[in-house]
């Protein structure tokens, strides 16, 4: 037994003494390889799917760029990949595109056509009528993205409404009517682009409504539409006959109407940006020209990534500003800034609304302005709002609520704070609660 003993304590010394000749070998080499791993994998992080190393001074320039450009002659589209210089270079056609996936809807009398001139990027273009195709392509692919402008109800449909007053040819009309084309290129223009100097035909029976029955003054349509008004019926299928009147509601039906939005699919709209036009209390000028600038870098660094848009961004100004200094040089005369300004033609002063036209038309147009509560989502803020108010939002697919969470923080903030004034400018008269407009305008 003492041998037994003696021999079993032996061999367990000499596997003891074994176990540690072994840890002694081979522990280092595993060290030095896990360590080389991790310098892999860490290395392997800086660098893109081209494996270019994100670190590197000169990554941005190394950086390709999809260049589209269109032939006008062929009416052809090409696509080359080329470097940020040579894509902002001067004399460049190189244009941004997103087609295959976004669509941006231009709401008539919303900013849409500042929101053209000025974006700079392709995408699909909806006006000036929704279309069932293209909401069809937002239910299930392949376009994903909507680009949406914002303006508060009563303000854009005072600007159509005046809009439509001035650019359709009224009977001693010494406009030239119709279109035409000028220049060396022939480029048509019309009532639209020229209003000063051309009107729009064919539409005698709108022109005649605006002119006769509401005697060009929106406030007369606006007043006509109140609950108790024995006009109301024809006021309201007078409503929907002028040009650019649909309604923010008919213009997303499909994220409205649960028989409709049942149809999104997961490939279907997943992004829905919201560029507000509003001009704030104290402000000298609204906030949309930062809106479509925050839309752009948001569209390119979703592409290309944060270094790569603030290069573009930068390039993209500098050739801004060097054309300018161009036609400044050639003392070029200065584009408008908006378009389509019924304001700035002929220094229009149309008539201002009374608060019962304001009531009355704030409430007809409640749904949109229930709309824009949605579009705050579910945080904290909204629902102060909410309830200062007095207003429900309206029941509508979820992405409705990604209205104002793109961008930057500042950026949201700013998205939020537009569309919260345009409901705090109503919110007298869109708390019916209260009573009725001829009520609330009489106790004030």
């Known amino acids: 037994l003492l041998q037994r003993y003696t021999m079993g304590r032996s061999l367990s010394r000499q596997r003891m003494t074994l176990y540690v000749w072994l840890t002694i070998a081979i522990l280092p080499p595993l060290l030095l390889n896990f360590n080389s791993l991790l310098k892999l994998t860490q290395d392997s992080s800086t660098e893109d799917h081209d494996g270019i190393d994100m670190d590197h001074p000169s990554f941005i320039d190394r950086v390709l760029l999809k260049c589209t450009t269109f032939d006008r002659e062929t009416k052809t589209t090409s696509v080359t990949n080329v470097t940020p210089d040579d894509f902002y270079a001067e004399g460049s056609k190189c244009g941004h595109s997103f087609k295959e996936d976004t669509v941006a809807f231009h709401v008539g009398k919303g900013g849409g056509g500042t929101l053209m001139k000025h974006l700079g990027i392709g995408v699909n273009w909806v006006h000036p009528l929704p279309k069932s195709s293209i909401n069809e392509q937002l239910q299930s692919g392949p376009l994903r993205t909507l680009i949406f402008n ?152 979703n592409r290309y990534g944060v270094d790569a848009s603030d290069k573009m961004m930068q390039l993209a100004q500098e050739k801004k500003v060097k054309k300018e200094e161009e036609e400044h040089r050639l003392n070029k005369p200065k584009r408008e800034t908006h378009l389509h300004s019924s304001s700035k033609i002929h220094n229009s002063t149309k008539p201002m609304l009374t608060k019962l036209g304001e009531c009355c038309l704030a409430r007809y147009l409640i749904d949109d302005y229930r709309l824009i509560q949605s579009m705050l989502g579910g945080g904290k803020a909204s629902n102060i709002d909410l309830a200062i108010v007095g207003l429900d939002p309206l029941d509508a697919h979820p992405v409705i609520q990604k209205a104002c969470t793109w961008g930057n923080e500042q950026h949201k903030q700013e998205c939020r704070g537009d569309l919260i004034s345009m409901l705090m400018r109503r919110a007298k008269y869109l708390d019916e609660s209260k009573g009725s407009c001829s009520a609330i305008v009489s106790a004030e």
Not at 228 to 252: K, M, V, Y
């Open 150 to 301: 914002v303006r508060d109800p009563v303000d854009r449909f005072i600007s159509a409404f005046n809009w439509r007053s001035i650019i359709l040819c009224h009977p001693n009309d010494e406009r030239h009517r119709g279109k035409k084309k000028i220049g060396k290129g022939k480029r048509t223009v019309g009532g639209t682009k020229r209003p000063d100097e051309f009107c729009k035909e064919h539409y005698e029976e709108e022109e005649i409504m605006l002119r006769e029955t509401y005697e060009s003054n929106p406030n007369v349509l606006a007043e006509a539409l109140c609950h108790d008004s024995p006009l109301r019926p024809r006021a309201e299928q007078d409503f929907g006959n002028i040009h650019h009147s649909t309604t923010l509601t008919q213009w997303l039906d499909f994220l409205i109407d649960p028989r409709l939005a049942k149809n999104i699919t997961n490939d279907g709209i997943q992004k829905f940006l919201v560029l507000p036009v509003e001009k704030r209390s104290g402000a000298n000028e609204t906030l949309f020209e930062k809106h479509i600038e925050n839309l752009q870098r948001h569209l390119l660094k």
